[in-house]
Structure formats: structure tokens, C-alpha cells
């Protein structure tokens, strides 16, 4: 008689055990709870210092551009939309008007919502050929109180960047 034999193979079981599935989960959920409120305050300094950065660089895009096309130059700030605009003088038939910059200069900035207008001496500000401008102050105010403001003094060049944290 042939003898069957069964023969019995030892299962290795390999895995992880509900316990250390579980102590992963609340390590991981420790760490998220203490990460994403760090992310988002970066974000929103990232958002200000952004803002203020394009501010500053249309400034100087006015200004330059003043002096390079020997023309005035305009940038309109509208308090109530929380915007600026640039625009330059033009001439037809000899009447002068201002008329928006083409372009991605020319685009209308608006400001995020946790930043407001604190401080504004002037609505517009003139940059002119021979590299003067306006004498004027913005200062713009993140919700974390961080500052930022941009003084022109009005004579050549005279622009000057001062951030308040």
C-alpha cells in the first residue's frame, strides 16, 4: 500500500501587525497636525513678500521706463479694489491722455485678501524722462502685521524699500 504523504509546509507569515500599523498612522498624524499650520504661514509670508516684490519691481519698471521712452509715466493706485495700474502719456491730435502700458506691465495688480493698503500719500504717482517721480509713500500691511513701504522721494532715483516685521 502506497503510503500518502501530506507534507506540511511552514507558512512564514510576513506583514505588519495592527499595532505598528497603528503607531505609523498616530506618528504620522502627530507630524501632519505639527507641519501644515508651519505650511501655511509660509504660505501667506511667501503671498505678502510676492506682492511686494511686484509692487517694487513695477516701480522700477516706471521709472525706467520713463527715462528709456522719454515719457511720463502713471501708476494708479484704487484704494477701494486694492489695485495698481500702469499707464503711460499719450498724444494724439494734441490732446494728452494716459492710457494703460501693453503688456504684462500694463496688467492690473491686485492685492491678495490678507494684505491691505495701509498708508498712501497719493492715488497717482508720476514718474517723469528725466528719472524723478512723485513724491509719495505706499505701505502695504499683511493680516501678521508685517509691513512693507515704498518711499519715492521725488528726486532722481530716489525710491526706497522699507520692510517692517
Request: proline content about 2%; hydrophobic content about 40%.
Amino acid at each position: 500500500m502506497a503510503v500518502l504523504r501530506k507534507k506540511f509546509r511552514k507558512c512564514s507569515l510576513t506583514g505588519f501587525t495592527l499595532i505598528e500599523i497603528l503607531l505609523v498612522l498616530v506618528l504620522l498624524s502627530i507630524f501632519v497636525g505639527l507641519v501644515i499650520p508651519r505650511v501655511g504661514i509660509l504660505f501667506f509670508d511667501y503671498e505678502f513678500h510676492s506682492t511686494a516684490n511686484k509692487i517694487e519691481k513695477l516701480i522700477r519698471f516706471a521709472s525706467y521706463s520713463a527715462i528709456l521712452n522719454k515719457n511720463i509715466y502713471r501708476l494708479n493706485i484704487d484704494r477701494t479694489a486694492k489695485s495698481f495700474s500702469l499707464s503711460q502719456k499719450k498724444t494724439v491730435n494734441g490732446n494728452s491722455e494716459f492710457e494703460n502700458v501693453s503688456g504684462k506691465a500694463g496688467s492690473t495688480l491686485f492685492l491678495p485678501q490678507r494684505v491691505d493698503l495701509s498708508n498712501i500719500t497719493a492715488d497717482e504717482i508720476y514718474f517723469f524722462p528725466d528719472g524723478s517721480s512723485t513724491a509719495s509713500t505706499i505701505t502695504i500691511k499683511h493680516s501678521n502685521d508685517n509691513t512693507v513701504s515704498f518711499v519715492l522721494k521725488g528726486f532722481i532715483h530716489g525710491f526706497k524699500v522699507m520692510y517692517e516685521e
